[in-house]
């Protein structure tokens, strides 16, 4: 017995030192995948905010008139450019493919002259413009003949002057035996070079410097030419390896930029800049010959983003950070390299989000209410040049561009939109908003459209445009066993990545989406959403949150993951908080999209969110699976914009066919009598979404995002 009792006391003891151990391995384990997390999750920013300071003290001078400008982020979506005008030397430029510049000064003229005599030999078959960047020691005209006259008469030369600035305010370097003029050049070619307006004239441009020389026994072939040829967006010639002590801190700020922007290290960057331990390789291309797309380092958004949080940082005029190591970083990470195939989870191949666009001969089309033509639907670019949109507008043109109300709906909705469109001019009484609704030809009747109009009242402008959805039998056909009526697909798509290109969109700030099932109600009229938008900087707002069907995101959530993963993007903090359950999963939760006021530009400009939009267009999940918007939408919200860019609504109730909610604080009897007149069908189950949100408060989107009650 005794012998007994020792060994299962023995038997305890062991148990409990392996619970102990056990328990101790899963505490460890559980931190270090939570450090792990916290380290893997970021908040997202939006490149296309930077610009350089539109009064940055450098200045540039034309050629021919004199002016000068102060330098700013010149090519931009919203700008209208003049074309710049170059005084030209020898002969003007019968192409501009591509330009060779220098930045120097008359203390390097003779080098520079070599540099030219070497360019007028290789070059002699396919002569191209040289322009020469300068502070004013290039005026005198005897040494512009003098350059001309060693270029020949068929080679086009240029002379832009600029002004560097002396401001005492910039970061003081570590380095003072370096001259100022050094520092200055390296953020004219990191920065200022590519968004100087004469770049705007050509497709790529060759960097050299006054000591750089080209030379080989005959004329070499146009590089050019070579590069538009094999669409290539960068070239060079030498590699080289930077000091260290020249580098200081641009490893560690470099991935601080991945990071504020979720993304992950490419394979280029991985292979090429990282050394032993994730340490820095200091590994340069010599960019001292340098031919580039004129638009690589100014229209690239993230390429950009890093160069204006570079210009920011001071590091260039501290450290002396060259443009060289700053470019190849962006180089690396940003372009990808042809025909490398990504099979590793933690690395990425990148791509260019501004690539993305609708087909230009997309089948869908809408028609002008006025002139009655027809266009295809495309993407609007900054590139394109867009005619002001015409509307004919019923009862009152509008006074005021902030907003416009936009339902998309047919005449077999006629009765509960005319509810919705009395309702919103009885809430919106104080201000009145424009009102559009789209429709494929069913509401082109004078009477139908009168009767609307009489609803809204002499003070709200309404228009109508026309619409043409695409044959249905070119669009992928659904999956599996449920089957839905093909104008819903086709509202999805609408709605997802149509609307925000649509050409009357151009004529306002923000757009507010409601059904011809959606009713605002309350005991007053409402203050202006739009205004709040404006006042508070706000991006979106929304009002209700609720949860998606499995079987209507079948895909999605690991489609989104592999686009995430093509673009070198990490999930953001709100994604992860919102989208994913305890083992990784998406949570189906979704932002009630039939109620949403957006920035036009939200959907249409942000690179990102465009390129996810587009993604999911030739995916066809939209029309194979019945992906909604709402959790296409929600899902880029979520991973793309921040938290303070985002609201809900609380300020007056809301009912969407059979879900309702009311204003914060209306509870009981008061939120009942204000429903009550919506919940007119007999046997229809009302669904109350307490707090807004489904399938309960508990909904991590219900309370993630900042709430306006007034």
Not at 314 to 338: E, V
Not at 357 to 370: A, G, K, L, R, V
Not at 464 to 469: K, L, S
Not at 532 to 556: C, H, N, P, T, W
Request: proline share 6%; aromatic share 16%; with cysteine.
């Amino acid at each position: 017995m005794t012998r007994v009792q020792h060994s299962n006391a023995k038997r305890s003891r062991f148990l409990c030192i392996f619970s102990y151990f056990i328990i101790g391995y899963t505490l460890f384990n559980t931190k270090f995948i939570f450090k792990h997390i916290q380290s893997s999750i970021c908040s997202p920013r939006n490149p296309d905010d930077e610009t350089i300071h539109p009064q940055d003290e450098w200045q540039y001078q034309n050629s021919i008139t004199g002016q000068w400008y102060h330098w700013t982020t010149t090519y931009n979506k919203q700008n209208k450019h003049v074309e710049w005008r170059v005084k030209w030397l020898n002969v003007a430029p019968t192409s501009y493919l591509g330009v060779i510049v220098y930045l120097t000064t008359t203390n390097e003229l003779n080098p520079l002259k070599t540099s030219l005599t070497q360019l007028s030999r290789l070059l002699s078959n396919n002569p191209r413009p040289v322009v020469i960047f300068h502070e004013g020691d290039f005026d005198a005209d005897d040494i512009q003949k003098s350059l001309s006259n060693i270029l020949g008469n068929h080679t086009p030369l240029g002379f832009e002057r600029i002004r560097f600035s002396d401001n005492a305010n910039r970061p003081r370097s570590v380095f003072p035996r370096w001259p100022l003029k050094y520092f200055h050049m390296c953020r004219f070619f990191t920065l200022m070079l590519p968004n100087h307006p004469l770049l705007t004239l050509f497709t790529y441009y060759w960097r050299l410097d006054a000591h750089s020389y080209i030379f080989g026994p005959k004329p070499i072939e146009d590089p050019f030419e070579i590069m538009q040829k094999r669409h290539i967006q960068y070239a060079f010639i030498m590699a080289n390896e930077d000091d260290d002590h020249y580098a200081v801190g641009l490893w560690s700020f470099f991935h601080e930029f991945l990071d504020n922007h979720c993304l992950k290290p490419s394979i280029a960057l991985r292979q090429t800049q990282t050394g032993w331990f994730g340490g820095y390789s200091l590994a340069i291309i010599f960019t001292n010959f340098a031919i580039a797309n004129v638009s690589l380092f100014r229209d690239h958004s993230l390429i950009r983003a890093w160069l204006h949080a570079v210009d920011r940082n001071g590091g260039i005029y501290r450290y002396r950070w060259g443009d060289a190591p700053i470019h190849t970083l962006a180089l690396t990470q940003f372009l990808s390299q042809n025909h490398i195939e990504d099979r590793q989870s933690s690395i990425c191949s990148p791509r260019n989000p501004d690539d993305e666009t609708i087909h230009p001969q997309d089948e869908w089309q809408y028609q002008n209410s006025i002139t009655g033509q027809w266009y295809h639907w495309t993407t609007y670019n900054k590139q394109n040049n867009h005619v002001e949109w015409r509307v004919k507008w019923l009862n009152v043109a509008p006074t005021s561009y902030l907003g416009v109300i936009v339902y998309l709906t047919t005449t077999n909705e006629l009765n509960p939109l005319k509810t919705s469109l009395i309702q919103l001019s009885r809430l919106l009484s104080n201000n009145p908003r424009p009102v559009v609704i789209f429709h494929e030809g069913d509401f082109d009747a004078d009477d139908i459209q009168k009767s609307l109009s009489n609803i809204l009242g002499n003070h709200t402008p309404l228009g109508f445009e026309r619409i043409r959805f695409s044959n249905h039998l070119i669009q992928p056909r659904p999956v599996g066993d449920h089957r839905w009526p093909l104008k819903y697909t086709d509202m999805c798509r609408f709605f997802t990545l149509m609307l925000p290109n649509h050409p009357l969109l151009t004529l306002f700030t923000y757009y507010w989406r409601l059904d011809a099932h959606s009713y605002i109600f309350g005991p007053k009229p409402i203050e202006d959403p739009f205004e709040i938008m404006q006042k508070r900087q706000i991006q979106y707002a929304f009002i209700m949150a609720s949860e998606e069907a499995d079987y209507y995101a079948v895909g999605l959530w690991s489609f989104f993951h592999e686009f995430l993963d093509s673009h070198c993007l990490k999930p953001s903090i709100a994604l992860r908080q919102t989208h994913t359950d305890l083992f990784g999963n998406y949570s189906l939760y979704i932002i009630f999209t039939n109620f949403a006021i957006a920035n036009v530009s939200l959907f249409r400009d942000h690179s990102l969110i465009r390129a996810w939009l587009h993604a999911v267009d030739r995916n066809g999940g939209i029309y194979r699976y019945r992906w909604g918007d709402a959790p296409i939408h929600t899902l880029a919200l979520t991973q793309f914009l921040s938290q303070n860019h985002i609201v809900r609504l609380r300020y007056f109730g809301y009912m969407h066919q059979r879900e309702y909610i009311c204003a914060d604080g209306i509870e009981g009897e008061v939120c009942k009598a204000q429903v009550k007149p919506f919940l007119a069908q007999n046997g229809i189950e009302y669904l109350y979404y307490q707090d807004g949100c489904h399938p309960s408060p508990r909904n991590p989107l219900c309370h993630y995002y900042p709430e306006i009650k007034l």
